[in-house]
C-alpha cells in the first residue's frame, strides 16, 4: 500500500484486536453482551440500581486484563508508530492496557479505562489496579464516591476534540477489530473519508461498511502485523 511517507495516520481500535489475548469481545458468539445485559453494568442508571453488580463485572474484567498480554496486533501498532515518519494517533474504545503495554505512546481511551477510578462528586480520575468496591474514598475530594472509569452509554466519550482534529487531518484512517456498532466511534469512518482519508478496515470479517476502500480479513494478529509491514514497504 502506498501512502506519502509523511501522512498523517489515525488507527481506531475494538475489542476484535484483544480477542486472541485472552479478552472477550461484545458482540460476538459468547461475547460479554450475551451474559450481561447492558442497562445493567453500561449505563449510569444501572449502576445507581445495583451499584455491587457494576462493582463485580469491572472487577472481573480489571482481573481479566491485568493478566493479559499484548498479541501481535498490539505490537505492530507500536512497531508503526515507532517508525513512522509523521503523525500517528491511536484511538481505542478498549479499556485494556494492552495497547501501551505493547509500547504504543499517542493513545487515546475514548471509553475509558479498567485501571482508572472516577469520583462522580468532583469528576477526578485516579489510577485503580486492584478491585474497586462501593465505599472507596476519593483521593481528591475525600468523597466515598468512587466509580469504575469507563464511558457508559449515554455518557460523552473522552478527548472527542483531539478526536475530531485529527480525523479532520488523517490521510489514512484504519479501523480493526470494531463491529462499528456503537457511535460516535461507527462514525469516524465517515467523518475521515468525508474529509479525502484513504479508509482501510481490518477485522475477522468485513463489517460490509461500503466507507471503507479496502479490507483485510482474518484474524487480528496475523492480519495486523502483515498490514503494518506492508504500509512501511511502500513508504
Ligand atoms: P464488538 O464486540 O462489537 O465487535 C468486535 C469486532 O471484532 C467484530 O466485528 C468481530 O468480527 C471482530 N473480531 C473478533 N475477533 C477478532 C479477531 N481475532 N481479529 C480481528 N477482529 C476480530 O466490539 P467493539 O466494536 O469494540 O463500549 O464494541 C464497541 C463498544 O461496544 C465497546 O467499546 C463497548 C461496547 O458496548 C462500551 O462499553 C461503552
Known sequence: M???PKAS????????ISAESGLATFRDNGGLWADHDIRDVATPEGFHRNPDLVFDFYNMRRREAAKASPNAAHNALARLENAWDGPFLLITQNVDSLHEK???KNVLHMHGKLNSALCYECGSHQQWD?????????????RAALRPDIVWFGEMPYDMERIE???GG???FVSIG????VYPAAGFVMEAAGNGARTVEVNLQATGNPLFEDCYEGPAATTVPAFVEALLAGR
Do not use: N
Not at 9 to 14: A, H, M, Q, R
Not at 178 to 181: C, E, L, M, R, V
Open 2 to 4: 502506498h501512502i506519502p
Open 9 to 16: 495516520i489515525v488507527v481506531l481500535t475494538g475489542a476484535g
Open 102 to 104: 505493547a509500547g504504543s
Open 130 to 142: 486492584g478491585d474497586l468496591d462501593d465505599g472507596e474514598v476519593c483521593t481528591s475530594c475525600a
Open 165 to 167: 482534529e485529527a480525523l
Open 170 to 172: 488523517a490521510e489514512l
Open 178 to 181: 470494531t463491529s462499528g456498532t
